[in-house]
């Protein structure tokens, strides 16, 4: 098969020619028809976060046909050892000795892949397989942040990219006000932002024109905890829904204040899968996509980097 390949980090993915993996007991053999591209992928590429092993195929995000013709999503979360303390208190996502597809099980940016079947998941069918993708990643775990960031009105979203743009939608449809703060000059995203459903869209530098009952941060630019927590009303909570963020800068415990409080978000769990999953159809929800092929994994990851494209990014092998 044709993979795209991480073999050093901070270097560019290679092409290369690998024999079709097996499947081990409990796991199913796919071929992939496409892998949404997620900024985690351009984290490991870029060396923020570390890579367990090396050679590595990325990409968490996959839809696939099995042998036996299903199509199948496959999630970040792709094994868990269902023993752990965690794994028995209905929080598998933070499991001890969990394994993530695209990081310890090689990925989607290749013709095939294996997948654990109890993390693979039936897709909502009004979707291609392309428009499916981003909704493994981007919108589960957007799910999960806007699941934990309570049932509030106001509902500010920091950094408009592929999960905020399906969590646009779905909040909106939940009867929520979304306030979409982008990069400041970003006139073609605040526009898109506007365009799903967006209450307000403006730079994130301005202040909210209401107080938020909660926002979550999707961008990877830890001084917007600080703005952000400044936009809450009291009781409201900052959820941080990246795995990877810069430095947060020292903010005034005022800012803390009247019960505002910041979390994070890690993984998922395939509870919130289930849940999404039946929930996209009846938004419904649409994904904007920028299809890439195999070939040109590299460059999706380039035009992430530089914020090229509105909405998704997805490999088709
Ligand atoms: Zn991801
Ligand atoms: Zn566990």
Redesign the pocket.
Known sequence: MRAAVLTQQGAPLEQQELPDPEPAPGQIALTVRACGVCRTDLHLRDSEIDAPRLPLVLGHQIVGISDDGRRLGVPWLGW?????R??RSNR?NL????RFTGRDIDGGYAQRTVADERYCFALPEGLSDEQAAPLLCGGLIGYRALTLAGDGKRLGLYGFGSAAHMICQLAVHQGREVYAFVRPGDERTTAFARSLGATWAGPSTEAAPEPLEAAIIFAADGSLVPQALRALDRGGVVVCAGIHMSEIPAFSYDDLWQERSIRSVANLTRGDAEAFLALAPQVPLRTTVTTYPLERAEDALSDLRAGRFEGSAVVVP
Do not use: A, P
């Open positions: 868990t050892c269902g023993e752990c965690f794994c598998e499991c001890i000795r969990s």
